[in-house]
Structures are given as C-alpha cells and as structure tokens.
C-alpha cells in the first residue's frame, strides 16, 4: 500500500530482516496471540533497537478478531515495543482466523475462546493509514 504512494518499498519478512543498511524508514508488525506480538518480529526490534531509534519507525499489530474485533486492548508489549523503536505511531488493526490454517493446539484454544472465523480486517482504515505514513515520509524527504 506505500507502494501505491510511490514510495520506494521493499516487503520483506521480518526473519528474512539481516540489516538496516540503506533503509529510511520502517514499518513492522505482527500478529498478535494471547496479547502478545510474535516472538520473532519482538527479536528483530529488540536485536535493531538502536538503529531504528534512528529512523522513522511506525509498528502495527494484526489480531483482534470479531464484529465488534475483540479483544479491544492494545498488546501488552505494543507500549514498550513503541518506546524501544521510537516508533511514530502503533496501530492496531483488526486480523484474519482461518482454522483451516491453525495446527492441533491452537485449533483448541481456537475452540475454547469461542473465537470466530473469518477475514475481519478493514483494508480503508489500513489504506488511510499508510497513506498518512506516505504522507509524513514525503514531507520529510521535501525538507
């Protein structure tokens, strides 16, 4: 979606992520389970911390599912997550559960939680926002 705002964009895994070298800005996320970010996206902002101080950082988490997305919380580790990074904004986008796609164990608590299936993301609320960090990205570039 940055693409769309020509901007040049390279979409990578976060694990694929050896570097920082020749990036000027990063947006990272992560899906969120139990109210917690993934353990390797964590890793790769703990392990960059430093370097992303120095950047323009916005982090987004993938998760609350359901019509009204539930739960409403933020991520328990989204705040320090933020102050770690320097991060501009921390945005909290409402996710996708496709039990087809769930192994044994998390099909169970899939089962207990009660949790629905379905595609529950809002691809307006997420087109706004990135074209608000396009926005900010080109006025820097313009100063």
């Known amino acids: 979606m ?3 705002h020509d901007l040049n964009v390279r979409v990578m895994g976060i694990e694929d ?3 920082l070298d020749g990036v000027d800005a990063v947006l990272a996320g992560s899906a969120v389970y139990a109210g917690h970010w993934l353990k390797p996206a964590r890793e790769f902002l703990e392990r960059h911390a430093t370097e992303l101080k120095a950047k323009p950082v916005w982090l987004f988490s993938s998760g609350p599912i359901g ?3 539930k739960p409403q919380e933020d991520p ?3 705040s320090p997550l933020v102050e770690l ?3 501009r904004d921390h945005r909290v986008f409402a996710g996708k559960l ?4 769930l192994n044994f164990g998390e099909k169970a608590i899939v089962m207990a939680l009660r949790a629905p299936e379905g595609d529950f993301r809002d691809w ?7 074209a608000g960090i396009a926005r900010t990205l080109d006025a820097t ?3």
């Open 17 to 19: 992520v050896t570097s």
């Open 98 to 101: 496709d039990r087809r796609a």
């Open 2 to 4: 940055l693409a769309e």
């Open 141 to 143: 570039e313009s100063s």
């Open 76 to 78: 328990v580790d989204a």
């Open 124 to 130: 307006d609320e997420i087109r706004e926002w990135a």
């Open 67 to 69: 019509d009204p997305p």
């Open 85 to 87: 990074t320097g991060a």
